[in-house]
Nanobody, 118 residues
């Protein structure tokens, strides 16, 4: 099990940028995949992006491809989500999550609010 703490959310105007951070701690997570999800009011939680910790391989939801970038810093044990060209539809609580390779998303952070004004 790993512990995840998100930070970096806030209020931004449409077209702006934010960078979310997720501090990771706990057992060795070299065989983990780290991900970002979001949940808008009245909607189900949806996948945003993921990165394989060991290889750095990334994968994105179509809705954010080309605008968001997920990365990890091995030295700082931190996962980032750089969000550019934000629009009001990106408004949501953003969650950091982790799973073992071949496993399910069992570990979650507390979430951080991102609000994009028009």
């Amino acid at each position: 099990q790993v512990q995840l703490v998100e930070s970096g959310g806030g209020l931004v105007q449409a077209g702006g940028s934010l960078r979310l951070s997720c501090a990771v701690s706990g057992r060795s997570f070299s065989n983990y995949i780290m991900g970002w999800f979001r949940q808008a009011p009245g909607k189900e939680r949806e996948f945003v992006a993921r990165v394989t910790w060991s290889s750095g391989y990334t994968y994105y939801a179509d809705s954010v491809k080309g605008r968001f970038t997920i990365s990890r810093d091995n030295a700082k044990n931190t996962v980032y989500l750089q969000m550019n060209s934000l629009n009001p539809e990106d408004t949501a609580v953003y969650y950091c999550a982790a799973k073992r390779l071949g496993g399910s998303w069992d570990d979650w952070g507390q979430g951080t609010q991102v609000t994009v004004s028009s």
